[in-house]
C-alpha cells in the first residue's frame, strides 16, 4: 500500500481522470510535406535567434516565453531524441506531426490494442494527446505552429479514451512500451487523486531507467500538485525527485493562472511553463475544432513544454544522464514570485535559453584528467613566433555541468608588449658614469640600469643589474638600439649579471625575469672569445646556456596550456670593424637549439626541438657634423623561431559514456611572416643641454597579424 507522507489514507482506483483543459479556438489547415531536417552544429552559427522567430513560431506564443530560439539558433532542437506520449492518443497522420512520429506507438485503450495509436471517437478529451504532441514536436514546416523540440520524435502511446478517461493498466503497460523504445522523456499530462503502488512502481522504473517523467500538477486551483507529481514524498519513491517533473502553469504575463493548482510539496522539484491558451495541433477529424489546430488551457500544455526542452537538451547533450538535465533545468529557470524556490511557482519559470548557455566557471580539461579555468589560462606570444599560432582550432570547454561548449582558441593568445617607438620617445638619456684607476661605474635612473667594472689581479670583474652589461647604447637612443645585441636576451624586463674576463676570454652568469612581476625566470651561463685581428677589427664568439622555468623563448603558456622547463644553447657571432676613426661597421649572427619539456597535465602534449635565428648588420658614424653627433643604419632580421612545432591534445566534446573525448592536433610554431627591420637614426647636440633625434623605422608590428609598418619619430629634449 503506498501512502502519502502529507495524507493519512489514500484511496486506490484502476482509473484517472485527465487533467482538466479548455477548449476552442481554430486554425487553418494545410497538408504540406513535412521538413524534418535538423540543423547541423556549428561553433559559428549560420544564423542568429531573431531569424527562427517566425510567424510559425510565434503563433505559439509558448515559445517566446520559454526563450526558445538560442537553442535553434545554436543548431538544436531534438533530433535523435524519443519522447513518449501517454495520453488520450497522437492523431498520428496529421500534417504539422506526421514526420516526427517514432514507430513503436501503441493502442492499449481499443480492444485488442493497436500500433496505431490515434484516438478515436468523438470527445472532450479526443484532441488531447494530439495538441500536447504538437507542444512537444509540431513540425517546423512554416505552417499552424511548431513544438519546442521541433526535430524530437513522438512516440504515441494511447491509454485514455476520448472522454477522458485513463486505466491504470494502460498507463502501466505505456510506461514499460516507452522504455522498450528507447524513450528519453516521458510526457504524464494527466493525473488523480490516487495512484495504485504498481503504477507508482512503473514510474519508479522509468527512474531507474534514466528516463525524465513530466507530470501536470492539475487544474483544480489547489495548493499542491496531484498525487502523480507528488510520488517522491512518498516512502520508497524518494528517489525519484532527481528526474520527475511536476509542472504548473503560467499565462502570458507569467503569472500563475487561477486554476493551475501551485507547486507546494513538491516545489524542489516543480516549475512552471505557459499553459493559458496554447495554440497547437488537434485531431483531424475532431468535431470540436474547425481546422487541424486549436487553442486549450491548463496544466497539461505546461507539461509539454517542459517535456520538450528536455528532449532539446537530452539531443544537444546525449551523454547526460536524467538526472543532470533535469538539475539544469531547475538552475537555469527564472525566478517567480518570492525569491528563490516557492510554494507556488517552485523553481520557476523554464527559460531554455538560459539552460542553453553555461553555468559557472568554464573550464579546460586535458587528457590526464586535470581542470584548469578557462579565464586564468592563456598564452603570450613573442615576436620570436611572428603570428604562427593564427588559426588555431576550436576546443571543448566545460561548464560546472560539464556539458561541452565550443571555444576558438584564439581568444586565449595574447602578443607580448615590446620596446617601441612610444617607449622611444619617452626615453631620456640620463646617465651618468664616473670613474677611477679601478673602477668604473655608470647608472641610468631612468630605467634603474647600472653596470660597475673593477680589475683583480688581471682579472676584470663585472656587475650590470637591469642592462647587459656588453650593451652599448648609441648616444641619443635606448637599449633597444644598442649596438650589441644579444637576441636570446633582448626582451629582459630585469636582471642582474657577473662578468669575469681574462685575456679575451669571458664568463658570464645572469638572473632575470621576462615579466615585470618578477615570475617568468630565466638563468643564463655564456662564454666568449675574442679574436682581435689588429685594434680596427675583431670577431668575437659566444657560447651559452638559458634556462627557462616557465617560458620559452620568453614565450609564456600559462596554467592549462602550461610549458616545462626550457633549455636554449645558443652560439653567437659578432664582428665590429673600425676603418676610420669615426665609423663603426657591426654584424651580428645568432642561431639556437631550444628543447621544452613536456607536462603530462597540460593541453601542450609535447614541443619539438626548436631552432631559432638571428642577425643584423649596423653601421655607426659619429662626429658627422657636430661634435658627438651620432648617424646610424641597422639592418637586422628579428630573432625567430625557424624549425618547431607543438602538438595540442584537445578536448573534442564528449564521448557516449560522458567521458571526454581528445583529438590530437601538430601546430608549426615558425614565425615565417617575420621580415627584415630597417632603422635609420641621428641625434646630435645642437646646443648645451639640448638634443635633438630622428629616427625612421620600418618595423614588424605583431598582432592577429603581423604588419611592416613605418615609423617615424622627431624629438627635442632640453635639460633643466
Request: charged letters at 15%; a negative charge; hydrophobic letters at 35%.
Amino acid at each position: 500500500m503506498l501512502v502519502n507522507l502529507k495524507i493519512p489514507a489514500i484511496l486506490f482506483s484502476s482509473a484517472l481522470l485527465l487533467s482538466g483543459c479548455g477548449g476552442g479556438g481554430g486554425g487553418s489547415s494545410a497538408n504540406v510535406a513535412p521538413d524534418t531536417q535538423e540543423s547541423v552544429p556549428d561553433s559559428t552559427p549560420v544564423s542568429v535567434a531573431a531569424d527562427y522567430r517566425t510567424t510559425e513560431y510565434n503563433t505559439q506564443y509558448g515559445l517566446g516565453k520559454i526563450n526558445a530560439d538560442d537553442i535553434y539558433a545554436d543548431g538544436y532542437s531534438g533530433s535523435g531524441v524519443v519522447v513518449g506520449v501517454i495520453d488520450t492518443g497522437v492523431d498520428i497522420d496529421h500534417p504539422d506531426l506526421v514526420g516526427n512520429i517514432a514507430s513503436g506507438g501503441y493502442d492499449y485503450v481499443s480492444v485488442g490494442g493497436d500500433t496505431d495509436a490515434s484516438p478515436t471517437g468523438q470527445g472532450a478529451g479526443m484532441s488531447h494527446g494530439t495538441h500536447v504532441a504538437g507542444i512537444i514536436a509540431g513540425m517546423k514546416n512554416d505552417v499552424g505552429m511548431h513544438g519546442v523540440a521541433y526535430s524530437a520524435k513522438i512516440l504515441p502511446l494511447r491509454a485514455g479514451d476520448s472522454s477522458g478517461s485513463f486505466a491504470s493498466s494502460a498507463i502501466e503497460n505505456s510506461i514499460d512500451r516507452a522504455i522498450s523504445q528507447n524513450a528519453k522523456v516521458i510526457n504524464a499530462s494527466f493525473g488523480g487523486s490516487s495512484i495504485s503502488t504498481a503504477l507508482a512502481d512503473k514510474w519508479k522504473l522509468a527512474h531507474t531507467n534514466d528516463i525524465i517523467t513530466v507530470h501536470a500538477a492539475g487544474n483544480d486551483g489547489g495548493s499542491n500538485p496531484l498525487l502523480g507529481a507528488q510520488l517522491p514524498l512518498h516512502s520508497g519513491y524518494e528517489d525519484l525527485s532527481s528526474t520527475l517533473i511536476a509542472v504548473v502553469a503560467t499565462n502570458s504575463s507569467n503569472t500563475i493562472t487561477s486554476y493551475s493548482n501551485r507547486c507546494g510539496s513538491a516545489k524542489n522539484w516543480c516549475m512552471t511553463a505557459p499553459g493559458d491558451g496554447i495554440y497547437s495541433t488537434v485531431a483531424v477529424d475532431d468535431n470540436n475544432y474547425a481546422s487541424n489546430y486549436g487553442t486549450m488551457s491548463g496544466t497539461s500544455m505546461a507539461d509539454p513544454h517542459v517535456a520538450g526542452a528536455a528532449a532539446v537538451l537530452r539531443g544537444k547533450w546525449p551523454s547526460k544522464n536524467a538526472a543532470e538535465i533535469v538539475t539544469i533545468l531547475y538552475d537555469t529557470a527564472t525566478d517567480l514570485g518570492a525569491a528563490g524556490i516557492d510554494d507556488i511557482y517552485g523553481r520557476g519559470l523554464l527559460n531554455l535559453d538560459n539552460a542553453l548557455f553555461a553555468q559557472g566557471v568554464l573550464t579546460i580539461s586535458t587528457a590526464s584528467g586535470a581542470s584548469y579555468s578557462l579565464v586564468d589560462s592563456s598564452i603570450q606570444v613573442a615576436s620570436n613566433m611572428g603570428n604562427s599560432l593564427n588559426g588555431l582550432l576550436s576546443m571543448s570547454v566545460f561548464d560546472k555541468y560539464k556539458r561541452d561548449y565550443s571555444f576558438d582558441m584564439n581568444g586565449v593568445i595574447h602578443y607580448a608588449s615590446e620596446s617601441g617607438l612610444v617607449d622611444e620617445l619617452n626615453y631620456s638619456d640620463t646617465n651618468y658614469s664616473s670613474a677611477t684607476d679601478d673602477l668604473q661605474l655608470s647608472v641610468n635612473l631612468q630605467d634603474n640600469s647600472a653596470k660597475m667594472t673593477t680589475q683583480l689581479n688581471e682579472v676584470n670583474v663585472g656587475f650590470a643589474h637591469n642592462t647587459l652589461y656588453n650593451s652599448e647604447n648609441i648616444s641619443g637612443f635606448s637599449k633597444q638600439y644598442s649596438l650589441f645585441d644579444n637576441a636570446y636576451l633582448s626582451q629582459l624586463k630585469g636582471s642582474s649579471s657577473i662578468q669575469i674576463a681574462k685575456d679575451n676570454a669571458t664568463l658570464e652568469l645572469l638572473s632575470g625575469y621576462w615579466d615585470a612581476d618578477n615570475e617568468q625566470a630565466i638563468k643564463e651561463v655564456g662564454v666568449s672569445f675574442l679574436n682581435d685581428f689588429n685594434d680596427d677589427f675583431y670577431i668575437k664568439a659566444r657560447l651559452s646556456y638559458l634556462e627557462e622555468d616557465e617560458t620559452f623563448l620568453s614565450n609564456y603558456f600559462s596554467n592549462a596550456y602550461k610549458t616545462g622547463k626550457a633549455k636554449t644553447h645558443a652560439l653567437s657571432l659578432t664582428s665590429s670593424l673600425k676603418p676610420t676613426a669615426n665609423l663603426n661597421i657591426i654584424a651580428q649572427y645568432s642561431q639556437g637549439n631550444t628543447q621544452v619539456d613536456s607536462l603530462s597535465d597540460s593541453v601542450i602534449s609535447d614541443i619539438s626541438l626548436l631552432k631559432s635565428q638571428y642577425y643584423s648588420a649596423t653601421v655607426l658614424n659619429k662626429n658627422v657634423y657636430f661634435d658627438n653627433d651620432a648617424l646610424f643604419f641597422s639592418l637586422k632580421h628579428p630573432l625567430q623561431i625557424t624549425q618547431g612545432s607543438l602538438n595540442l591534445s584537445l578536448a573534442n566534446g564528449l564521448n557516449a559514456d560522458d567521458s571526454i573525448s581528445f583529438v590530437d592536433r601538430r601546430i608549426p610554431i615558425t614565425a615565417s611572416a617575420l621580415s627584415n627591420e630597417m632603422s635609420l637614426g641621428y641625434a646630435a647636440n645642437y646646443a648645451k643641454n639640448s638634443q635633438a633625434s630622428v629616427l625612421l623605422n620600418r618595423a614588424n608590428v605583431l598582432g592577429s597579424s603581423i604588419q611592416l609598418e613605418n615609423q617615424l619619430m622627431l624629438k627635442m629634449t632640453k635639460k633643466f
